[in-house]
């Protein structure tokens, strides 16, 4: 009898053990221990964002530098502005766009302003003064909020948008939620680079009007559930093992 409690003991030890490797196991975004941090966190945009492969884009075309949608904003003209074209277009893998008239244009690598400037030079060839603005329309941002799962796509809408809205837009930080710990990924120069983040003193207001770019990922660490999770691991496993070990000592017994 004592070997049996004994060897269902090993069994419940080991089973506890093997269990514990899958707790949180959910959790992503692992520092090790010692790993460098990036202190020159940027509190604004360094650069203008650049159009990239599968960024969605609008854009409306007028002639004579704009003068119709002046006309429209002040009255003088009672007619809706011509050569507004709404319709979004892909910038494809190999960086090209399918445009109106133009055909496939290379749109890969520029600014806003830099698109604007080459479609305007293009179209200047078929219409007089073409006064082009540019919209891209799948900027967005990527946030998790705490719970280690249970991620928010967040649209940009303006390009002002900064870490506080973006929170606050994924419905603030979970219960879970380490103010302490929040990564902001950003990818640039081809690198993603990894800038923690503390918002859980005073101290941290001087983060929350950093400025949010396209294509950041917003991080915000989870507080490890090491008991409930091994209990909810452990107890199905200890109530088998129990009530084997019931039937086998009643066996025992009968005999």
Do not use: H, W
């Not at 002002?160 to 103010?179: D, P, S, V, Y």
């Not at 917003?218 to 199905?236: F, G, M, N, R, S």
């Amino acid at each position: 009898m004592k070997l049996l409690i004994r060897i269902c003991v090993v069994c419940v030890a080991t089973l506890a053990l093997v269990s514990s490797c899958g707790v949180n196991s959910n959790l992503m975004f692992k520092e090790a221990k010692g790993a460098t941090q990036v202190d020159s966190i940027p509190l604004k945009p360094t650069e203008d964002y650049r159009i990239s492969q599968s960024d969605k884009f609008t854009f409306t075309l007028t002639t004579k530098n704009g003068q119709g949608i002046i006309e429209e904003m002040t009255g003088i003209s009672q007619k809706p502005v011509s050569g507004v074209d709404i319709t979004e277009y892909v910038v494809r893998q190999n960086g090209l766009s399918k445009l109106p008239i133009l055909g496939l244009v290379e749109v890969a690598g520029l600014t806003i302003s830099e698109c604007e400037d080459l479609l305007e030079e293009k179209y200047g060839e078929k219409f007089i003064d073409p006064f082009v603005q540019v919209t891209l329309t799948n900027q967005r941002v990527i946030v998790f909020p705490g719970n280690g799962s249970d991620a928010k796509v967040i649209p940009l809408e303006n390009s002002n948008t900064t870490l506080m809205e973006a929170l606050a837009k994924a419905g603030g930080i979970t219960e879970r939620g380490k103010a302490s710990s929040i990564k902001l990924m950003r990818k640039v120069n081809g690198e993603r680079l990894v800038y923690t983040l503390d918002l859980s003193t005073i101290e941290g207001l001087k983060y929350v009007d950093m400025i949010v770019q396209a294509n950041d990922y917003i991080y915000v660490e989870p507080t490890p559930e090491l008991a409930k999770e091994v209990a909810e691991d452990i107890v199905p496993i200890v109530s088998l093992i129990s009530s084997a070990v019931f039937i086998l000592s009643a066996i025992l017994l009968l005999k």
